[in-house]
């Protein structure tokens, strides 16, 4: 890596560092990002100069072998103006890492979950947004070790520690992981960073020693079987030591590999040679030995672990492995990120980072208990889209989902009040499908509620189960509200027919068996009880029981007919207006020459008649079948009018009449059905309410 003094005069010599790995064309393209950089040179709030710390990024990423528009890109994250003359490509990454760094990170204690979630929201946009965001973070971390500014530094540590390090880890960017993971050790357990490396200090030149004998000896053996190979030591990171002492409640002296060497072989059969030798040499330690060749890791891995008794009688592990897969595991997917000549890009990438689509490799760092290690074992990833609230905090949403999902994500009533939506600033459509890393902004009205199209499965605009079931509910919520007002004015008129309108709610309703009152006057406004099994309560509970008239019943009359108080043998016909059941409480009125025509006490027409022409009525032993008319509200689909009609012959209902009417993806219908009571009405409104589509049904 480039040391970087004095920025300004620094920049030719940093741009001819990189000259080996890049075009001419490329060198003078990263050049006008690094120029444009030195024009907005300032302090970043971690004290360190913006274009020093652009430059140090920009060579991290060299180092990593990434492409020039990305080395351009990291140059201008810092820059509050990015310019348009280097392209839609560079500009597209660096608004990427923007938002990428927009993210607000949870501080809970699923903190970490949630910003392996937020990691999600780059990786599937463009890799190389997260290769520079890693590039950023190491390079801000590595200037503020050490320095006074301890909040920042401890923020920093904490974020790298418990997001990028495991990151760069399941990328497979071991170098850039390591150091992540060493100095954010450093900052957060400084005693015991400071204790080991005082350890490793210690025995420092022992183990030189000893790896330069183990080295010799394998060199050695590796020539005289004619084998080209490279061998050297492997460094052994403080965080890696620390760990593997809490994961196998070890002492340092127990580590057996803080002596290591790296075996690097041109093809994968010389690596199986290779092994065969080492464990000539050496005693091979029972069960110290990994075969990450025939079978990688979940991030593509690939490499031979072996641990031996080397000389001295001291434990030692060897890795192998080719040239290529040393390249890879070193730099991860950012070794594979190239353009070949004309500026195309190597899809070999595509093919490297299918496991990243999977992410698979999660398990080892998650709760298997969590919501978040289940769904990776069930591979959903690739149905979720991850999108961003105002204020920076992700919400993940099922493939496909729209504003109006989103709105009820967040909130129920903001689902309820949404009217509009905003997407990275520009309103569209509620039915719009959200792409993973946009902002979404709901724009609501102060009070209302959904709309019955949200329910129609071909407008699109409702696709999760979550906002699908919020309307549903609000709807019947509705419907809950007319049948508690309903009942409540029943109620209040029998209450006043009996002289007993100051009478207690809260003990009615505890009689009828109902913890609230709300559900009581809900029931009653559904037609669950009759007038006559209220004036009952309210007689029994009455001081001085009134008396009531006696009820004549001719010998002649027959099962379903209506009785007339205190009148033998009358003639009487049911309302068509409101086409009264049993056992609906009912008024008989007199007609000129047609008899005693049987209306619902409740039905609008009672009130525009003479009061002088009115008598009490009650049922006789209802055992016929009664036309009632209902009506059903539902969204219009193919299949619909079939579907209800199979439920009214499951319950053996004789329809008589029908008519529906579509409009605007709405269907209003309408049935005249014969029921023997109310009971089988109530059953068969809910059966119908359970079809596919409907939103109301109830009677006329």
């Not at 207006?577 to 609008?604: A, L, N, Q, Y």
Request: with cysteine; net charge neutral; proline share 3%.
């Amino acid at each position: 890596m480039v040391t970087v003094t004095t920025p300004r005069e620094s920049l030719s010599l940093w741009l001819e560092s990189l000259s080996p790995g890049y075009s001419r064309q490329e060198i003078e393209f990263i050049r006008r990002a690094a120029q444009h950089a030195a024009g907005e040179d300032s302090l970043l709030a971690s004290g360190e100069g913006a274009l020093s710390h652009a430059l140090l990024t920009a060579s991290i990423l060299a180092e990593m072998h990434l492409d020039y528009e990305a080395v351009a890109a990291s140059l201008l994250l810092h820059c509050k103006d990015i310019g348009q003359d280097l392209g839609e490509g560079v500009e597209s990454l660096v608004e990427g890492v923007m938002r990428f760094s927009s993210v607000e990170l949870a501080e809970t204690e699923k903190g970490e979950l949630e910003g392996l979630r937020k990691m999600l929201l780059a990786i599937v946009q463009d890799i190389r947004v997260v290769l520079i965001k890693l590039a950023d973070q190491l390079q801000m971390l590595r200037y503020l070790v050490g320095r006074e500014n301890f909040d920042m530094r401890l923020k920093a540590a904490i974020e790298t520690r418990d997001i990028y390090a495991p990151l760069a880890n399941r990328l497979g960017i071991w170098q850039i992981k390591w150091e992540l993971e060493d100095l954010s050790f450093r900052v957060l357990e400084p005693e015991i960073y400071r204790k080991i490396a005082g350890l490793l200090d210690e025995k420092r030149s022992d183990r030189e020693k000893f790896i330069e004998t183990a080295i010799s000896e394998l060199k050695g053996a590796l020539d005289a079987a004619g084998i080209r190979g490279e061998v050297s030591g492997r460094p052994k990171h403080i965080y890696s030591i620390y760990k593997k002492m809490q994961r196998k409640n070890l002492v340092f002296d127990a580590i057996y590999d803080v002596r290591a060497i790296r075996v690097l072989v041109d093809d994968v059969k010389d690596c199986y040679v290779v092994l065969s030798m080492v464990h000539d040499i050496w005693t091979p330690i029972p069960g110290e030995f990994d075969d990450y060749i025939a079978k990688p890791k979940d991030n593509g891995y690939s490499s031979l672990h072996s641990g031996v008794i080397g000389p001295e009688g001291k434990a030692l592990e060897v890795q192998i492995r080719t040239f290529d897969m040393h390249q890879a595991s070193e730099m991860g997917v950012a070794a594979h990120w190239r353009y070949k000549e004309g500026g195309k890009r190597d899809f070999r990438f595509e093919e490297k980072i299918v496991w990243l689509r999977k992410l698979m490799g999660w398990r080892d760092e998650l709760s298997e208990s969590s919501n978040l290690a289940q769904e990776i074992r069930n591979g959903l990833f690739q149905d979720t889209v991850y999108v961003l609230t105002p204020q920076g905090k992700v919400v993940d949403l099922p493939g496909g989902a729209t504003p109006v999902d989103f709105a009820y994500h967040v909130h129920t009533e903001l689902g309820h009040r949404c009217r509009g939506a905003k997407v990275d600033g520009a309103i569209v459509p509620l039915n719009t499908a959200l792409k993973t890393g946009q902002r979404v902004e709901i724009i609501s009205a102060k009070q209302g509620g959904p709309s019955l199209d949200w329910l129609n499965p071909e407008q699109g605009f409702a696709k999760s189960s979550r906002a699908r079931t919020k309307i549903r509910q609000w709807f019947n919520s509705r419907n809950i509200e007319a049948s508690v007002a309903q009942g409540r004015l029943l109620l209040e008129k029998e209450l006043k027919r009996s002289g007993r309108s100051g009478y207690s709610l809260e003990k009615m309703a505890d009689h009828f068996k109902f913890a609230k009152v709300e559900d009581f006057l809900a029931e009653l406004g559904r037609g669950g009880f009759t007038s006559r099994q209220i004036q009952s309560f309210l007689r029994e509970d009455a001081p001085e029981p009134e008396k009531l008239p006696v009820m004549k019943r001719s010998a002649s009359q027959k099962s379903g007919e209506v009785l007339i108080v205190g009148v033998d043998k009358l003639l009487t016909l049911l309302a068509k207006c409101c086409k009264p059941v049993p056992p609906d409480e009912i008024v008989g009125f007199v007609t000129r020459g047609r008899g005693v025509m049987i209306h619902r006490r409740s039905c609008s027409n009672v009130a525009n008649l003479d009061e002088a022409r009115l008598l009490d009525a009650q049922w006789g032993i209802a055992e016929g079948k009664f036309p009632v008319e209902v009506v059903i509200e539902a969204s219009d689909r193919q299949g619909l009018l079939r579907d209800i009609s199979d439920v009214l012959s499951r319950e053996r209902v004789n329809v008589t009449a029908t008519r529906t009417l579509s409009r605007k993806d709405r269907a209003d219908m309408r049935f005249t059905l014969e029921v023997s009571d109310l009971g089988q009405l109530r059953k068969v409104l809910g059966l119908i309410l359970d079809v596919p589509g409907v939103v109301h049904a109830g009677r006329r």
